[in-house]
């Protein structure tokens, strides 16, 4: 998802930080990065910019989101209160749903649709897609052969150099059902997301677990909740559930920069992979380029101090 503006409301942080700000900007980016990926791939990434429901289900939720309205107002983003009535009987939402704010600046893309226009449009472009064990600087300069690369980006998740933690995160999907929202829902940690194939549930968020792969009660406890939202979705067939890995650094920020002369690294966005995309990806290549530096981008150096030091 593209979710500058509800990632504040999880994870708080100053309005002004460093990666607040590249939340943003990376989410304006993607009104440009999708309809370019299509253009050289010939293919929909899914991108809709439709705005997301952010619900609160208790008075302490509605405060915590009345408080992100006000934080959202002071960095010139909008977001405004839906009727609670008629967005439970247009949305299908269950009356538990006790406010619904409509965040403006988030939005959504379809991941899977994404990675599959990006594979063959660098192809369309002339480039190739290898598939290759690569985990040394020794491993790549081979793979080059006589031909070596003018410069390397490692962007192996969670086997880069400063990743510290391993949130594995699960979640599920539904086989679309009528009557669903057409926009993203959002509740506490979990989200709604629908597309036109298949309705995405998620997801669980755990710094510490017994196994990678996935549990069957957590994703039963995932689905329940969602009906808790969206009664409707009690009906829905159930298409298949997964869990991953998503990287992290030990002060929660990305690890975004030049590494040696010919080596960068871009890592660790955590549950923003997505979101950032654009962004780390412009970053990335102006450092290739040598382009004047972002601003602010030694707060994701992979030489600051926080990562250096691990």
């Not at 247009?90 to 990675?115: I, K, M, P, W, Y």
């Not at 909740?225 to 991953?244: D, K, M």
Request: aromatic share 6%.
């Amino acid at each position: 998802m593209i979710a500058p503006a509800y990632e504040m409301y999880l994870h708080g942080g100053e309005t002004g930080s460093a990666l607040n700000e590249l939340s943003f900007e990376s989410a304006r980016l993607w009104e440009s990065f999708a309809p370019a990926v299509r253009q050289v791939s010939g293919m929909p990434v899914g991108y809709s910019n439709a705005p997301t429901l952010a619900v609160a289900q208790s008075s302490e939720q509605r405060a915590g989101l009345r408080a992100l309205q006000a934080a959202l107002r002071e960095i010139g983003h909008t977001a405004y209160w839906i009727d609670r009535e008629r967005a439970i009987s247009r949305l299908g939402l269950s009356a538990r749903v006790d406010a619904v704010l409509e965040l403006t600046s988030d939005h959504q893309v379809d991941n899977r649709r994404l990675l599959t226009a990006l594979r063959t449009g660098l192809r369309n472009l002339g480039g190739a897609v290898v598939s290759h064990h690569i985990g040394s600087l020794e491993d790549a300069s081979r793979l080059g052969g006589s031909a070596p690369f003018d410069a390397i980006i490692w962007a192996r998740g969670c086997h880069e150099r400063g990743v510290t933690r391993h949130v594995k995160g699960q979640a599920l999907a539904l086989h679309p059902v009528e009557g669903m929202p057409a926009e993203v829902v959002r509740f506490g940690s979990g989200y709604i997301v629908p597309k036109p194939d298949r309705i995405i549930i998620g997801a669980t968020s755990e710094a510490t677990y017994s196994h990678p792969g996935v549990d069957a009660a957590a994703i039963e406890a995932l689905f329940r909740s969602a009906c808790n939202i969206v009664p409707g979705l009690r009906t829905a067939r159930r298409l298949e559930s997964w869990s991953g890995l998503r990287p992290g650094s030990v002060d929660a920020a990305p690890i975004i920069g030049q590494h040696s002369d010919r080596e960068f690294v871009a890592t660790a966005h955590y549950r923003n992979g997505i979101l950032l995309a654009p962004a780390t990806a412009q970053r990335i290549a102006d450092m290739v380029e040598g382009k004047p530096s972002s601003p602010r981008a030694e707060s994701f150096s992979p030489d600051r101090p926080a990562i250096a030091t691990v």
